[in-house]
């Protein structure tokens, strides 16, 4: 914060909120707001449902209500809380990318503070404090990452000729819950048949053929601390084509891998990525983006930034953690084929921290 000449910080991200002070709630998706100042002063607006909750589960002492009615205005309240921490004339930063603070309610905030301080977009501040994990945290992925190789297997032992991809995704679920996890930030993409070429959750279901090619993508939690994974399986006789696809996404996940490791870029793992593809004659079937960084998420993603893409400049750093997937949805051929994994970068080779099969996942 005094590097970016900030006086004190307005949260909106319930990520920032449970990542400084423990604070862990759904109650964002109601007006909320964290004030953090430079001098160490905390405030938390929020309303009488999470009164209890966030004095329970936070550090925080001051905790303020707004209260629900026809009229309300939590931004006149929040202008209150500044005012009160001699915010006046002070340069405040605003998370201003976070779920819970709507297009309306960012108008009704800035509304609220104009003319009290000068208000700057700091959306990124804490998340890029949270791109390098702690030990402890990394710890909490370490754990998240063996319940998702818990949920491959129980995948595997529920994808069968005759059943439904839902039978499948209960299973999967009661395994992530049994296993001590925590429910994740998004629901799971799973298909089977033409579905099998989404690449995000619908609704309905579909009967899993002697023929097919289920995609997976599922992820486990802990303390919200999230890893990801990405997988086919496949029933009845692989096809050829299956094969070289499955190879393709193999030899592009390790390509990534290797160059997942602290001074290089995130621009340098998606050339990794695109490299593979085009050697393998899979560019046209690729997608634009193979991965981004987790950690802490609530819904409705689990998905952080940065997003592996062309050119992204950020440098990796011992301690961040990314899932990186290798995709391949062919519009020529219907076939589906991918391979993802959650990883920790380290000052040397990476650590994956979930594994998923190199070779075609075959029932």
Same mark, same amino acid.
């Given at each position: 914060?005094?590097?970016?000449?900030?006086?004190?910080?307005?949260?909106?991200?319930?990520?920032?909120?449970?990542?400084?002070? #423990?604070?862990?709630?759904?109650? +964002?998706?109601?007006?909320?707001?964290?004030?953090?100042?430079?001098?160490?002063?905390?405030?938390?607006?929020?309303?009488?449902? %999470?009164?209890?909750?966030?004095?329970?589960?936070?550090?925080?002492?001051?905790?303020?209500?707004?209260?629900?009615?026809?009229?309300?205005?939590? #931004?006149?309240?929040?202008?209150?809380?500044?005012?009160?921490?001699?915010?006046?004339?002070?340069?405040?930063?605003?998370?201003?990318?976070?779920?819970?603070?709507?297009?309306?309610?960012?108008?009704?905030?800035?509304?609220?503070?104009?003319?009290?301080?000068?208000?700057? %977009?700091?959306? %990124?501040?804490?998340?890029?404090?949270?791109?390098?994990?702690?030990?402890?945290?990394?710890?909490?992925?370490?754990?998240?990452?063996?319940?998702?190789?818990?949920?491959?297997?129980?995948?595997?032992? !529920?994808?069968?000729?005759?059943?439904?991809?839902? @039978?499948? +995704?209960?299973?999967?679920?009661? @395994?992530?819950?049994?296993?001590?996890?925590?429910?994740?930030?998004?629901?799971?993409?799973?298909?089977?048949?033409?579905?099998?070429?989404?690449?995000?959750? !619908?609704?309905?279901?579909?009967?899993?053929?002697?023929?097919?090619?289920?995609?997976?993508?599922?992820?486990?939690?802990?303390? !919200?601390? !999230?890893? &990801?994974?990405?997988?086919?399986?496949?029933? #009845?006789?692989?096809?050829?084509?299956?094969?070289?696809?499955?190879?393709?996404?193999?030899?592009?996940? =390790?390509?990534?891998?290797?160059?997942?490791?602290?001074?290089?870029?995130?621009?340098?793992?998606?050339?990794?990525?695109?490299?593979?593809?085009?050697?393998?004659?899979?560019?046209?079937?690729?997608?634009?983006? &193979?991965?981004?960084?987790?950690?802490?998420?609530?819904?409705?993603?689990?998905?952080?930034?940065?997003?592996?893409?062309?050119? /992204?400049?950020?440098?990796?750093?011992?301690?961040?953690?990314?899932?990186?997937?290798?995709?391949?949805?062919? =519009?020529?051929?219907?076939?589906?084929?991918?391979? #993802?994994?959650?990883?920790?970068? @380290? %000052?040397?080779?990476?650590?994956?921290?979930?594994?998923?099969?190199?070779?075609?996942?075959? /029932?």
């Amino acid at each position: 914060m005094a590097a970016a000449e900030l006086d004190g910080l307005v949260l909106f991200r319930q990520e920032s909120m449970f990542y400084l002070t #423990g604070y862990d709630s759904s109650g +964002y998706s109601m007006f909320q707001a964290m004030y953090l100042g430079l001098d160490g002063g905390l405030t938390l607006l929020t309303r009488t449902a %999470d009164r209890i909750q966030s004095r329970e589960t936070s550090i925080v002492e001051d905790i303020q209500i707004w209260i629900d009615e026809e009229n309300a205005s939590p #931004g006149l309240e929040l202008r209150r809380i500044l005012k009160a921490h001699g915010c006046t004339n002070q340069r405040i930063g605003i998370e201003y990318h976070a779920y819970g603070l709507t297009g309306q309610r960012a108008l009704m905030v800035n509304e609220a503070l104009e003319g009290l301080c000068r208000i700057v %977009d700091a959306s %990124d501040l804490v998340r890029l404090v949270r791109l390098v994990k702690s030990d402890l945290e990394l710890e909490y992925v370490r754990t998240s990452g063996r319940i998702c190789d818990a949920i491959l297997q129980t995948s595997i032992t !529920h994808t069968q000729p005759g059943s439904t991809v839902k @039978t499948a +995704y209960g299973a999967m679920m009661n @395994t992530l819950l049994s296993e001590g996890g925590d429910p994740t930030a998004s629901r799971w993409p799973m298909g089977a048949g033409d579905a099998a070429v989404f690449c995000r959750y !619908h609704t309905g279901d579909e009967v899993i053929a002697q023929q097919d090619q289920v995609v997976f993508e599922p992820a486990a939690a802990y303390r !919200h601390y !999230h890893t &990801c994974m990405m997988y086919n399986i496949l029933t #009845g006789t692989v096809d050829p084509r299956h094969q070289a696809m499955n190879e393709t996404c193999a030899d592009a996940l =390790d390509a990534c891998q290797e160059r997942l490791t602290a001074g290089n870029t995130v621009g340098d793992l998606y050339a990794a990525h695109a490299e593979a593809m085009q050697a393998h004659g899979f560019a046209d079937a690729a997608l634009s983006a &193979c991965g981004y960084s987790v950690g802490i998420s609530y819904p409705p993603s689990w998905m952080d930034w940065p997003m592996i893409w062309k050119d /992204n400049p950020q440098v990796l750093e011992a301690g961040m953690v990314f899932f990186l997937h290798m995709i391949l949805l062919d =519009d020529r051929t219907g076939l589906s084929m991918c391979i #993802g994994e959650t990883a920790i970068v @380290t %000052d040397g080779a990476c650590q994956p921290v979930n594994r998923i099969p190199r070779a075609v996942i075959h /029932n």
